[in-house]
Nanobody, 116 residues
């Protein structure tokens, strides 16, 4: 099985930056997509960004131009560079990993809080 460990969350002021990282361990063969989701209190979990093993990326409209997702295939890690943070970005961010296009794994979540 796969275990995901997130790091980099915290409290920042609006306009600041934060970098989230996620490291995968365990049975890591067949990984094709890695990404980040977030969930604010009382809201549904939503996709923030994901990236394929070949480098293709996808972002939710609200973060385009501000967030950048990247991955290191050799180290089985995925990162999310978040710039120009807004209070609306406040949420628990979850790392997601997909194997063989059908099996999903989730991290425990890391809190990101952006103050006004």
């Amino acid at each position: 099985q796969v275990q995901l460990v997130e790091s980099g969350g915290g409290l920042v002021q609006a306009g600041g930056s934060l970098r989230l990282s996620c490291a995968a361990s365990g049975t890591i063969a067949g990984i094709n997509r890695m990404g980040w989701y977030r969930q604010a209190p009382g809201k549904q979990r939503e996709l923030v960004a994901h990236i394929t093993s070949t480098g293709s990326t996808n972002y939710v409209d609200s973060v385009k131009g501000r967030f950048t997702i990247s991955r290191d295939n050799a180290k089985n890690t995925v990162s999310l560079q978040m710039n120009s943070l807004k209070p609306e970005d406040t949420a628990v961010y979850y790392c997601n990993l997909q194997r063989f296009s059908i099996i999903d794994y989730w991290g425990q979540g890391t809190q990101v809080t952006v103050s006004s």
